[in-house]
């Protein structure tokens, strides 16, 4: 490295930049998830959204997918640099690496979902909830390394 000293100046906040972003990434996983909820109580009541939330809905799902798995990479990076080893912290890399393939998961069964009564819709939304839940767990064991 042709500024060694910049190892020393850059590193040390590797883990609150990491932080910060997936603090965004669970943020944007709530908004999705409201659109979500919004979406499926309107189908389930019989007065369906505005089609704005379900195109934003649609949308935003890929672009969340990459957040989150790159959120995942950023982690594996930002360990490996500052610690010397991904598995630094076990409990945390696991929590990670379960939640990027649930993503990966949920978004292929969002693929499956066809019309107001396919069977991949409730997988899709169990497969969410848990996703948001492991994420603050995540969030929980973050900080408690940080600090």
């Known amino acids: 490295m042709p500024y060694p000293e910049a ?4 590193v040390p906040y590797l883990k609150y930049a990491h932080g910060l972003y997936s603090s965004l990434a669970i943020m944007l996983f709530l908004y999705q998830g409201w659109l979500g909820l919004k979406i499926r109580h309107g189908r389930i009541s019989g007065n369906p959204q505005a089609v704005k939330f379900v195109r934003r809905h649609r949308k935003f ?20 640099l500052s610690e010397g080893e991904i598995f630094e912290y076990p409990l945390h890399f696991l929590t990670g690496l379960t939640i990027s393939s649930l993503i990966i998961l949920t978004f292929l069964v969002s693929r499956k979902i066809r019309g107001p009564e396919s069977p991949w819709r409730n997988p899709h939304y169990i497969i969410g909830i848990v996703i948001i839940t492991l994420y603050f767990v995540q969030a929980y064991l973050g900080i408690g390394m940080v600090f």
């Open 61 to 80: 799902g890929p672009f969340l997918a990459i957040l989150g798995i790159s959120g995942f990479a950023g982690g594996i990076g930002t360990a490996y």
């Open 7 to 10: 190892e020393h100046l850059v």
